[in-house]
C-alpha cells in the first residue's frame, strides 16, 4: 500500500521537461463558449509548428497584461505561461484548438482569479495572437497492443487531449480493431462540454463506447445515466480484472483515485498515463 502511494505520488507530480524553442505566435480564429465557464481557443498555428495529438503546449500571457494584473490586484507575478492541451488531431494543421476554463478563485477565499484563463477569457480576440510553445507530454503514447481496450478517463476540461486524440484517431483509422471508452466526468449536465460530439461519435464508430456521468446533477438536468466521481463510475463498469491501456487527464485527485482503481483491477503500472500535474514555468 506504502509502495503504492509513493509511486502514484512520484508519477503525479513529476514536473515535465521543458522544450527550449521559442514561441510560434499563433493568430487567434475563434473564442467561442462551450459551458458557462469554459470556451474553446481555435488559432492558427505558423506553417512549420508540428505537434502529436493529445500532446499539451504553455500558452504565454502577454507581459503588458501581467503588470496590469500585478498592479490591479497587488501581485508580483513575472513571465506568465500555462500549460493547455491541443483538443484537436494536427490533421488540421495549421488550424489547432484548446478548451480553457476560467479559474475562479477558490470557495471563500479573496485572492484574484487565475491570470492565464482570465486572459484568454476575457482578452483574446479573433485577429490577435498568443505565444503558444513547443509541444510537450506523451499522452499521445497509446500503447502498442493491437487489440488491448484503450480506456481514456477524463474530469473537466481533462477531456481537452482526448479530444485531440479521438479526433486523431478517428480520421486516420488508427485503433480500428481495439475498443476505446471514454469516460468523461462533469457535474451537471450543462458542464459535459461536446457531449453532442461524442455522442455522434459513438453512434459513428462501434468500437467507441461513451459514457458520461454527473457528479452532482442538477434537478432539471433529468439525468438517468450514471451519477458519482468518473473514477467510482469506471469502477463499477468493469468488473473483475482489465488489462488495457488507461489514459487519464483531469484534477490531481481524480488521477490518483483512478489509478488507484485501474492498478487494483490489475492494470500495470507501465499501461497507465497521464501528464504531469504541474509544468515547471
Ligand atoms: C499538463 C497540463 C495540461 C493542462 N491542460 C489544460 C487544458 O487543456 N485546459 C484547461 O483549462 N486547463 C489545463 N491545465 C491547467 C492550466 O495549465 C492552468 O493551471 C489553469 O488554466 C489555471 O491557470 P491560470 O493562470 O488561469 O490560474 P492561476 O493564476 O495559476 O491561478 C490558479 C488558481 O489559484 C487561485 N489563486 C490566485 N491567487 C491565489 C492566492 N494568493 N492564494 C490561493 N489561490 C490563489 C486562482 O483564483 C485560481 O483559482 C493543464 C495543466 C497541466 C499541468
Same mark, same amino acid.
Given at each position: 500500500?506504502?509502495?503504492? $502511494?509513493?509511486?502514484?505520488?512520484?508519477?503525479?507530480?513529476?514536473?515535465?521537461?521543458?522544450?527550449?524553442?521559442?514561441?510560434?505566435?499563433?493568430?487567434?480564429?475563434?473564442?467561442?463558449?462551450?459551458?458557462?465557464?469554459?470556451? #474553446?481557443?481555435?488559432?492558427?498555428?505558423?506553417?512549420?509548428?508540428? !505537434?502529436?495529438?493529445?500532446? !499539451?503546449?504553455?500558452?504565454?500571457?502577454? &507581459?503588458?497584461?501581467?503588470?496590469?494584473?500585478?498592479?490591479?490586484?497587488?501581485?508580483?507575478?513575472?513571465?506568465?505561461?500555462?500549460?493547455? &492541451?491541443?483538443? $484537436?488531431?494536427?490533421? #488540421?494543421?495549421?488550424?489547432?484548438?484548446?478548451?480553457?476554463?476560467?479559474?475562479?478563485?477558490?470557495?471563500?477565499?479573496?485572492?484574484?482569479?487565475?491570470?492565464? $484563463?482570465?486572459?484568454?477569457?476575457?482578452?483574446?480576440?479573433?485577429?490577435?495572437?498568443?505565444? +503558444?510553445?513547443?509541444?510537450?507530454?506523451?499522452?499521445?503514447?497509446?500503447?502498442?497492443?493491437?487489440?488491448?481496450?484503450?480506456?481514456?478517463?477524463?474530469?473537466?476540461?481533462?477531456?481537452?487531449?482526448?479530444?485531440?486524440?479521438?479526433?486523431?484517431? !478517428? #480520421?486516420?483509422?488508427?485503433?480500428?480493431?481495439?475498443? +476505446?471508452?471514454?469516460?468523461?466526468?462533469?457535474?451537471?449536465?450543462?458542464?459535459?462540454?461536446?457531449?453532442?460530439?461524442?455522442?455522434?461519435?459513438?453512434?459513428?464508430? &462501434?468500437?467507441?463506447?461513451?459514457?458520461?456521468?454527473?457528479?452532482?446533477?442538477?434537478?432539471?438536468?433529468?439525468?438517468?445515466?450514471?451519477?458519482? !466521481?468518473?473514477?467510482?463510475?469506471?469502477?463499477?463498469?468493469?468488473?473483475?480484472?482489465?488489462?488495457?491501456?488507461?489514459?487519464?487527464?483531469?484534477?490531481?485527485?481524480?488521477?490518483?483515485?483512478?489509478?488507484?482503481?485501474?492498478?487494483?483491477?490489475?492494470?500495470?503500472?507501465?499501461?497507465?498515463?497521464?501528464?504531469?500535474?504541474?509544468?515547471?514555468?
Amino acid at each position: 500500500m506504502i509502495r503504492l $502511494s509513493l509511486v502514484v505520488a512520484s508519477l503525479l507530480s513529476a514536473p515535465a521537461a521543458l522544450a527550449q524553442e521559442a514561441p510560434a505566435a499563433a493568430q487567434v480564429v475563434a473564442v467561442e463558449p462551450l459551458t458557462p465557464n469554459v470556451k #474553446r481557443l481555435r488559432v492558427r498555428m505558423p506553417k512549420n509548428y508540428r !505537434f502529436e495529438a493529445g500532446q !499539451f503546449a504553455l500558452l504565454s500571457v502577454p &507581459s503588458a497584461f501581467v503588470e496590469a494584473w500585478n498592479a490591479k490586484y497587488k501581485t508580483e507575478l513575472g513571465a506568465v505561461r500555462r500549460p493547455y &492541451s491541443f483538443a $484537436s488531431s494536427p490533421k #488540421r494543421l495549421p488550424v489547432a484548438e484548446f478548451i480553457i476554463q476560467l479559474a475562479a478563485p477558490p470557495p471563500g477565499r479573496d485572492v484574484p482569479p487565475g491570470i492565464a $484563463s482570465t486572459y484568454i477569457h476575457g482578452e483574446l480576440k479573433p485577429g490577435g495572437t498568443i505565444e +503558444i510553445g513547443q509541444p510537450l507530454g506523451s499522452l499521445n503514447k497509446a500503447g502498442d497492443s493491437a487489440t488491448r481496450p484503450l480506456i481514456l478517463v477524463a474530469g473537466g476540461t481533462g477531456v481537452a487531449p482526448f479530444v485531440g486524440l479521438l479526433d486523431h484517431w !478517428f #480520421r486516420t483509422k488508427q485503433h480500428k480493431g481495439r475498443k +476505446i471508452y471514454l469516460f468523461f466526468g462533469a457535474r451537471q449536465r450543462r458542464d459535459l462540454m461536446l457531449d453532442a460530439q461524442f455522442r455522434r461519435w459513438a453512434a459513428k464508430h &462501434s468500437n467507441f463506447t461513451y459514457v458520461p456521468a454527473l457528479s452532482d446533477p442538477a434537478p432539471d438536468d433529468n439525468w438517468t445515466g450514471p451519477t458519482g !466521481f468518473v473514477n467510482v463510475v469506471l469502477d463499477k463498469h468493469f468488473t473483475g480484472t482489465l488489462d488495457a491501456d488507461v489514459l487519464i487527464a483531469g484534477s490531481p485527485r481524480m488521477m490518483q483515485e483512478t489509478v488507484k482503481v485501474v492498478k487494483a483491477k490489475g492494470v500495470p503500472e507501465g499501461q497507465i498515463r497521464h501528464d504531469p500535474i504541474k509544468v515547471a514555468p
